[in-house]
Structure formats: C-alpha cells, structure tokens
C-alpha cells in the first residue's frame, strides 16, 4: 500500500526557514520521482517542484525558485523539500505526492500525503 506521510510544517517569520519531509512507504522510493504541491487557502492546489528517480529536479513554480530545494534520501525512503527565505505568500497547506512514474511530469498525481501546514507571518 503506497503511503506518504509529510512532516516540519510550522509557524515562521518571514525571511525564516524549514525543512519538509515526506515518508515514502509501500513501494520503492528510488524508482520514482516524488512532486511537492501546496494549496492555500481559497486557492487551487499548484504544483511546486518535483525530484526525479535520478534526482534531476523539475520547478513547477518559478516563484520558488532560488529559495526552496528538494532531495531524496533513498536509504531513508524520505524526499526533503528545504524552504528558505519564505515570505507570506509562501503560507499553504503542503502536500508531497508520487505518480509512480521514474521522471517528473505535473499531470495526475495518483498517490498523496495528508499534508502539512506552513504558516509565515510577522
């Protein structure tokens, strides 16, 4: 049974950091890439970024880009999704999510985790 678990969400102040993460269980994380999306509120869910079975990475936002990075741990079945420099906007319910497919592609994502709130405020 494929399960991913997100975790680190929290309170920041704006220009602060966090580190998500996503616990792969149920399939083997080093075959396939794994995607982060956030959703805030009153908004549809975006793709955020996404880290290939050859850990390429894929920006789906280019807002995030030159602040947050993602990378895998397979060892630890684990994707890490750093956050620095995070600004209000950046405040959204994150969610990790797999095709189980090898590469990044921002359509249909079948597997989802239940999410983590980040908040960032002054």
């Known amino acids: 049974q494929v399960q991913l678990v997100e975790s680190g969400g929290g309170s920041v102040q704006p220009g602060g950091s966090l580190r998500l993460s996503c616990a792969a269980s149920?399939?083997?994380?080093?075959?396939?890439?794994i995607g982060w999306f956030r959703q805030a509120p009153g908004a549809e869910r975006e793709g955020v970024l996404c880290v290939s079975a050859r850990d390429s990475t894929t920006y789906y936002s280019d807002s995030v880009k030159g602040r947050f990075t993602i990378s895998r741990d397979n060892g630890k079945s684990t994707v890490y999704l750093q956050m620095d420099s995070l600004k209000p906007e950046d405040t959204a319910v994150y969610y990790c999510a797999t095709e189980l497919k090898p590469y990044c592609d921002n359509r249909g994502y079948a597997y989802w985790g239940q999410g983590t709130q980040v908040t960032v405020s002054s």
């Open positions: 149920g399939f083997t994380l080093d075959h396939y890439a």
